[in-house]
């Protein structure tokens, strides 16, 4: 039997991705709730291995060309087939205006992609969605104005604060609805809106039947080079994830404690913490995994003892939402040491669910370290109180109930 073709297209900069486990939870509990839907992505997957959540979703996946050179036939068809559309001098206009604020390359990209996308959406299209508010969105909001479709956004952290006033204000003005995962997010978003309800504050949660239960943990204090405090931390080697301030921060601790790090992540600043690693005397102490698998990650932070991620604002504007890991480092009930910033503090209270530091702050980062890896007691409850935080506060389900409502009701207004 023939399945219909969907009626929403969601899209994103690239599908799948390891980093990116909120954008799968959410597909997938979209695909549970009976919303049909398609994905739309602006790159290929660079990812080797893909998370047990993405192999689950049964939703078609189309690539939008990555470089316009690449497929010129398929950006020409595009623009072909653009001629016919009653609506392409408004989006000519529309670029224009853009390209004055913004004559670069990435905005030639975006209106090929936009073209070919256009083309190339079912006829049976009526609503667009896009992950990310930056160069993703642009894509979206010009395909949907030619093909004469409503579009909506969920924003996350770096296209919030990347993307310049004019341009999100200008999205946020065109779009149907806009969802956002932090406070912090959604009072820059809500600044700028036209309309106070149009932008939502909607968190991520986290799907608790992708983890196991809490594990128990041995009381291990820093005292046995043999059995030492196992510390773990996950993310992308980028600037905003602070890896730096961490090496900074574990070469000062007493050398009586003894530990071990795990960090899990790939990422374009990975050399050059290696290379500060070795210099720092850390080499030996530090396991560099690379990216991993869903599977993979809950295994390492089931067999951690504290869990650490040291986020600051990047020299771009660049920063975090309220990232995931801190959420799954919960769910297996690890006490968090992390930073006072973004979206971190709204999940973790400072001396109730782990212990929080000013971002980019070496030495209080090193005490922070030093009290908890002493002190396993002290752990363990800060680390029982970040799961009941979780368990009480985070449940995705109210999240993707949201979404989903939003979504057909759009759906229901284009008819």
Not at 290 to 303: H, W
Not at 394 to 412: E, M, N
Request: proline share 7%.
């Amino acid at each position: 039997m023939t399945r219909p073709a969907p009626r929403i297209a969601i899209a994103m900069k690239g599908y799948p991705r390891l980093s990116e486990t909120f954008i799968a939870q959410e597909l997938l509990g979209l695909q549970e709730r009976g919303l049909s839907f398609s994905i739309w992505s602006l790159r290929q997957p660079t990812d080797a291995d893909r998370h047990l959540m993405h192999k689950a979703i049964t939703a078609p996946v189309h690539y939008l060309p990555e470089y316009l050179r690449d497929a010129p036939l398929r950006v020409l068809a595009g623009a072909i087939s653009a001629l016919r559309r009653p609506a392409l001098a408004r989006l000519l206009w529309l670029f224009m205006r853009d390209f004055r604020r913004d004559p670069t390359r990435n905005r030639l990209r975006r209106l090929g992609q936009a073209l070919a996308m256009a083309r190339e959406l079912p006829a049976e299209t009526r609503h667009l969605h896009v992950h990310f508010l930056h160069t993703p969105a642009s894509v979206i909001r010009y395909a949907a104005l030619l093909r004469g479709l409503s579009w909506s956004f969920s924003a996350h952290a770096k296209d919030i604060w990347t993307t310049p006033d004019w341009e999100k204000r200008e999205k946020i003005a065109s779009c149907a609805f806009g969802v956002t995962c932090t406070r912090d997010g959604h009072r820059e978003l809500a600044r700028l809106s036209d309309a106070p309800d149009r932008v939502t504050l909607l968190y991520h949660g986290l799907d608790l039947r992708r983890f196991p239960p809490p594990p128990e943990r041995a009381p291990r204090d820093g005292s046995d080079p043999e059995d030492p405090v196992r510390l773990v931390s996950i993310g992308r080697a980028v600037p905003k994830k602070g890896f730096d301030d961490l090496l900074a921060a574990l070469a000062a601790l007493p050398p009586t404690l003894h530990w071990r790090l795990v960090h899990i992540g790939g990422g374009a600043l990975m050399g050059r913490l290696r290379e500060q690693a070795a210099a720092l005397g850390l080499t030996d102490r530090i396991d560099w995994r690379g990216p991993q698998a869903q599977g993979a990650v809950v295994a390492a932070l089931r067999e951690a003892d504290l869990f650490v991620l040291p986020s600051k604002q990047a020299g771009d504007g660049d920063r975090d939402g309220l990232p995931n890991v801190v959420m799954e480092a919960a769910s297996q009930a690890l006490a968090i040491v992390a930073t006072d910033f973004a979206g971190i503090p709204e999940f973790v209270s400072d001396g109730v669910e782990g212990l929080l530091v000013p971002p980019g702050d070496h030495a209080a980062l090193t005490q922070a370290l030093a009290a908890l890896i002493a002190a396993p007691q002290r752990r363990l409850a800060l680390g029982a109180a970040a799961h009941e935080r979780l368990v009480r506060d985070f449940s995705a389900d109210a999240g993707l109930d949201r979404v989903h409502a939003a979504l057909q009701r759009a759906l229901d207004e284009a008819g």
